[in-house]
């Protein structure tokens, strides 16, 4: 029993060991941020901040995920981190933020959108909720520019077409005719 303890748990040790190589280098504060830019390619967006820079790496088709650099002013790394989570939404002040603030947190946004009755506009970001789920979160700014509500939700993309009858395999209703009452007869299916 022990012996296949021990089997088991080096086997995870080295299936872990693969999957973090597989994720690429892990970047650390201090290192230089060229070598953030020569494995990422060029950053997406560039936002001054203070004495800092930010850069920003939208990743995926529909970018789930987006990495964030901070970088000081000596090109050295101080932080990067994955912006599209749950947590890093949490840290958005309703009231308080501006867009400039939102930007530096979570990055620019997947949609834009106004809504003219409310007079607001609107931020969608798709993110990976927990790294499962596929979510979008919103976030509502006033015609000043300041953070009024945060919504989070499904993201529609990835809902199934439910229509009026069911999903991808719908509902159908089926009436087979044949000849001199031989071979009729009705079915109904429903699909998921």
């Not at 994720?23 to 830019?37: A, R, S």
């Not at 749950?86 to 834009?112: A, C, M, S, W, Y």
């Not at 529609?156 to 089926?174: A, E, K, Q, T, W």
């Amino acid at each position: 029993m022990k012996r296949s303890f021990s089997a088991l748990a080096l086997a995870g040790l080295l299936t872990l060991g693969g999957c973090a190589s597989l994720m690429g280098p892990q970047f650390t504060p201090g290192m230089p941020v060229e070598q953030v830019i020569a494995y990422n390619g060029p950053p997406a967006i560039e936002y001054p901040d203070g004495n800092t820079r930010l850069l920003e790496w939208p990743v995926g088709e529909w970018s789930q995920y987006a990495y964030m650099a901070r970088v000081g002013p000596d090109g050295k790394l101080i932080s990067y981190e994955n912006v599209r989570t749950r947590e890093k939404f949490g840290t958005i002040q309703v009231n308080q933020f501006n867009k400039n603030d939102v930007l530096r947190t979570v990055g620019h946004p997947t949609e834009t959108d106004y809504l003219p009755l409310k007079k607001q506009e609107v931020w969608s970001y798709r993110y990976r909720e927990e790294g499962i789920w596929n979510s979008m979160m919103h976030i509502y700014f006033d015609s000043s520019g300041i953070v009024r509500g945060i919504e989070n939700g499904q993201d529609p993309m990835y809902l199934r077409d439910n229509g009026f009858f069911g999903g991808i395999g719908g509902f159908g209703i089926g009436i087979g005719g044949g000849t001199r009452g031989v071979g009729g007869g009705a079915g109904i299916g429903i699909g998921f």
